[in-house]
């Protein structure tokens, strides 16, 4: 009983924020206008540009799974490409691109990994990400 209650309160709360979202997104507007260029896209560049986004969490998935085993927690490589498509997803929708890192972390804890390591593990990728940036 205690988990089909969960899962009602959850549930409410997951179309209540999708709902906030949609509301704050769209408010103000001019939905007219965005549909149109909606049509006017290129269709064309859809598969592509999937493919770029699909491509980078692969990546960051293999950088998550490499520092992972250098220090001996073990972990799939698809559980490391969940990671990364959370941190994506979260930094999509968050300003200033800031949920991205917390939320891995937390889904991380949830995997019980500590998080000590996460912020290791976290601090060291993004290190070297922003000293790839600084040497181009």
């Not at 990364?84 to 890192?101: L, N, R």
């Not at 972390?105 to 601090?123: A, D, L």
């Amino acid at each position: 009983m205690q988990s089909k209650k969960k899962m009602i309160v959850n549930t409410v709360f997951l179309v209540a924020i999708f709902a906030l979202t949609i509301y704050g997104v769209f408010h103000g507007e001019d939905l007219g206008a965005m549909m149109e260029a909606m049509r006017r896209a290129d269709v064309r560049w859809l598969l592509p540009g999937l493919l770029c986004v699909v491509f980078f969490i692969w990546g960051e998935s293999i950088i998550i799974w490499y520092m992972m085993h250098s220090f001996q927690i073990p972990v799939k490589r698809r559980t490391c490409f969940l990671f990364s498509s959370v941190g994506f997803f979260f930094s999509c929708i968050t300003p200033s691109a800031s949920g991205g890192q917390p939320m891995q972390i937390y889904y991380m804890k949830k995997e019980k990994i500590s998080i000590r390591k996460n912020e290791v593990i976290f601090s060291f990728s993004y290190c070297l990400f922003y000293f790839r940036h600084f040497l181009s």
